[in-house]
Antibody, heavy 119, light 110 residues
């Protein structure tokens, strides 16, 4: 069973770059999954940020596209998220989630990591 | 792409049935049979309940069911139990490998 573990700084200053990683185990990040990031601001709903496949296909939420970069590191078996020019509105729990290439739902999910944007 | 519309809250008594709606457009819910539902307890990650509109993953109770009509999907929980008290989110494929979630519905079991 695929397990996902997010990590990164819990506090980021406004205008700086938010950087998170998600370690995939015990399966290879190159297995048949799209890996995605989904966030949830406090007391609010879920928002799809984007999805990436190790083969190079990357898709971003149009609302975040200009600020988001996702990548896959096969040597570390992890995926990464970078979000630039953050503001308080980017404060959220960030989840890493997998989607089997041939399927249309997100499962599994990581436990999530809270990122607060504040000076 | 705009978030799918869900009621902010619903409630029901143990043993009753409730339905949570999720309204989108012809570009997402209405255009594809790729609606999924997730349950989220406080402080926990979302858990898959329903996929492809009405299919249940193994290990998920069959008192959860899903359906779709036009641009609106629905999640029905029959025989409410106290442990069903949670937040519920719908999600739909929106074309071009994009996805959109609903704003979430808080279920209270009275």
């Amino acid at each position: 069973q695929v397990q996902l573990q997010e990590s990164g700084p819990g506090l980021v200053k406004p205008s700086e770059t938010l950087s998170l990683t998600c370690i995939v185990s015990p399966y290879s990040v190159s297995s048949g999954f799209y890996w995605g990031w989904i966030r949830q601001p406090p007391e609010k709903g879920l928002e799809w940020i984007g999805s990436i496949h190790h083969g190079g296909n990357i898709y971003y939420n149009p609302a975040l596209k200009t600020r988001v970069t996702m990548s896959v590191d096969t040597s570390k078996n992890q995926i990464s998220l970078k979000l630039t020019s953050v503001t308080a509105a980017d404060t959220a729990v960030y989840y890493c989630a997998g989607r089997t290439v041939t399927k249309n739902w997100f499962d599994p999910w990581g436990r999530g990591t809270l990122v607060t944007v504040s000076s | 792409q705009s978030a799918l519309t869900q009621p902010a809250s619903v409630s029901g008594s143990p043993g009753q049935s409730i339905t949570i709606s999720c309204t989108g457009t012809s570009s997402d819910i209405g255009g594809y049979n790729f609606v999924s539902w997730y349950q989220q307890h406080p402080g926990k990650a979302p858990k898959l309940l329903i996929y492809d509109v009405s299919k249940g993953p193994s290990g998920v109770s069959n008192h959860f069911s899903g359906s779709k009509s036009g641009n609106t999907a629905s999640l029905t929980i029959s025989g409410l139990q106290s442990e069903d008290e949670a937040d519920y989110y719908c999600c739909s494929y929106a074309g071009s490998n994009h996805w959109v979630f609903g704003g979430g519905t808080k279920l209270t079991v009275l």
